[in-house]
C-alpha cells in the first residue's frame, strides 16, 4: 500500500511547496474536501494498477488524502461534524455513485470556491447580551420553517440509499424542515409529498418541449407543491472530470441499474421519451419568457435557481418571478465561477428586499449559515451534507445533519450576540480578502 500511495504524494507535494499562496488556499480546502480523500478504495486500485503507464497516468491525478483521526464512526450519535457523515458514504458508496455525488465541473475550481469564500468571512461577535433563548424560525412564501435551512434538490437518490428520497422526506417531516424535490427524482412528488406529511417545493428542470414541461409543473401543482424552483444554469451537458475519474475505479456494469434517462424516475412515467439532442436544443434556446410562461400555469409561487450576478437579479424582477436561489448547482454548471457566497451580495444589493433570496452551496456548518444571512440570505439550502447522512445512515443520518447545523447555528447565533434571524445583518461579519 505504502508503493501505491507514493504514486499520490511525491510529483504533487512537490508542486504545492511551490505554489505559495495557491497551495494554501488548496491545502485549507483539502482538509474538508469531499473530492479527495479518497480513502483505500483508490490505494487498492493504484496498487493493482501500477505497472500500467496508462493507469499511472490517472492515479497520478489524485492527492493521498489527509490523515484522519479515529475510525469511522457507527451510528449518527458518534458524529462531530458533517463530515464524519462524508467519510462513512465514501466507505460504503460504489465508486461510480460516490464520484457522481463529489464531483465538480472540469477542475473543480467552482466547487472549492464555493467553500473558501466561506473562509474570507469573520463573524464579529458581541458580548454581554442575554441569549438564554435564540430563535431560529423564519417565515417564507406563507411557511413557517423551524430554521432557515431546506434541503436542495438532489436527483437520483436512491443512488445513495435504498430509501431515496423518502427516507428524506420523512427527516425534513420529523425536524421541521422544507425539502426541494428535484425532476429527476426516484421517487414521485405525490409519493415524497405523503411522507412529508405536507407541501414540498417543487425543482424544474426545462424538459424538451413545452408541452412536456408544462405536465410536470401541472403534476407539481396538483399534488399541493407551494414553490417551483426553475433551474436555469445548465443550458447545456457538463464536463465532470471528478465523476469521469472515480467511475474507472468501478468495477460495475452501470447499464445493469441505469438504461436511459428515465430509468427510476417516477416524474416522468406516461411521458413521450426523446433524444439527448432535441433536449440540449430546447434548453440552449431558452429566454426569459420561460419564466414568465411557467408562472403563467401555475399557482406555486416561481423562483429562478442558478442566479449568480446583479444584471439576472434584475431580470427576475423585470419577469415578475417570486424569489431567486442564488446558485452555482454546488459548483457543477459554469467552470471557473464565483462562489455563491461571493456571488450573494450582488444580488441581494440588486434585489434590495423586493424578493426572498436563498442561497445554496458549500454550507457545510452552522457558522456558513450565520454568514449567508449577514450578507443578505433569507434562507440557505444544503445539498451535499444530507446526502452524505442519508448514504451513511438513512433517515436517522438525515435528520442527525440537520440538528447538527441547527445546533451550530443556535450556537454561532449566541456567540454573535443574537436571539432571532432578524438581528443577524451585514454588520454581525467581516469581509476580507486573501
Known amino acids: 500500500m505504502e508503493g501505491a500511495a507514493s504514486l499520490f504524494r511525491e510529483p504533487i507535494v512537490d508542486t504545492l511547496r511551490s505554489c505559495g499562496t495557491t497551495r494554501r488556499r488548496f491545502l485549507k480546502y483539502l482538509a474538508a474536501s469531499p473530492l479527495l480523500a479518497l480513502g483505500d478504495r483508490i490505494a487498492r486500485a493504484a496498487e493493482s494498477w501500477d505497472t500500467d503507464p496508462a493507469n499511472r497516468g490517472l492515479i497520478e491525478q489524485w492527492i ?81 420553517w423551524k430554521t432557515p435551512i431546506s434541503l436542495a434538490p438532489i436527483g437520483q437518490l436512491r443512488a445513495f440509499h435504498d430509501d431515496g428520497e423518502i427516507a428524506v422526506a420523512n427527516a425534513a417531516r420529523t425536524t421541521g424542515h422544507q425539502m426541494i424535490l428535484s425532476t429527476v427524482a426516484t421517487a414521485s412528488v405525490e409519493e415524497v409529498t405523503a411522507a412529508k406529511g405536507g407541501p414540498i417545493w417543487f425543482q424544474l428542470y426545462p424538459m424538451w418541449n413545452w408541452d412536456v414541461t408544462q405536465r410536470l409543473v401541472g403534476r407539481a401543482d396538483a399534488a399541493g407543491c407551494r414553490v417551483c424552483a426553475i433551474t436555469v444554469d445548465m443550458p447545456t451537458g457538463r464536463k465532470s472530470e471528478t465523476f469521469e475519474r472515480f467511475r474507472r475505479l468501478d468495477d460495475r456494469t452501470c447499464s445493469d441499474c441505469h438504461n436511459d434517462f428515465f430509468d427510476r424516475k417516477p416524474m416522468f412515467f406516461g411521458l413521450p421519451r426523446v433524444s439527448g439532442e432535441a433536449h440540449d436544443e430546447f434548453r440552449q434556446a431558452l429566454t426569459w419568457d420561460f419564466a414568465r410562461r411557467v408562472k403563467g400555469v401555475t399557482r406555486m409561487k416561481v423562483l429562478v435557481k442558478g442566479v449568480l450576478t446583479g444584471e439576472d437579479a434584475q431580470r427576475c424582477i423585470d419577469a415578475g418571478v417570486d424569489g431567486i436561489v442564488v446558485s452555482n448547482h454546488g459548483g457543477r454548471a459554469a467552470a471557473s465561477a464565483p462562489g455563491t457566497i461571493e456571488a450573494l451580495p450582488e444580488v441581494v444589493a440588486t434585489v434590495n428586499g423586493r424578493m426572498p433570496i436563498i442561497v445554496d452551496g458549500g454550507i457545510r456548518r452552522g457558522t456558513d449559515i450565520f454568514k449567508a444571512l449577514a450578507l443578505g440570505a433569507d434562507a440557505i439550502s444544503i445539498g451535499r451534507p444530507y446526502v452524505w447522512g442519508l448514504a451513511a445512515f438513512g433517515e436517522a443520518g438525515v435528520e442527525a445533519v440537520l440538528r447538527m447545523l441547527t445546533e451550530e447555528l443556535v450556537r454561532a447565533m449566541k456567540m454573535d450576540g443574537v436571539t432571532s434571524l432578524a438581528e443577524i445583518d451585514r454588520s454581525r461579519v467581516t469581509v476580507g480578502k486573501e
Open 64 to 144: 493521498e488524502p489527509v490523515p484522519e483521526t479515529g475510525a469511522l464512526i457507527g451510528s449518527p450519535a458518534e458524529a462531530i461534524s458533517v463530515f464524519d457523515f462524508e467519510r462513512v458514504a465514501r466507505h460504503v458508496l460504489p465508486p461510480a455513485h460516490y464520484g457522481y455525488l463529489a464531483s465538480g465541473v472540469e477542475d473543480n475550481s467552482t466547487l472549492i470556491a464555493n467553500r473558501t469564500g466561506f473562509d474570507r468571512i469573520q463573524l464579529r461577535p458581541r458580548v454581554l447580551v442575554d441569549v438564554r433563548q435564540a430563535d431560529t424560525s423564519v417565515a417564507l412564501f406563507g411557511e413557517t
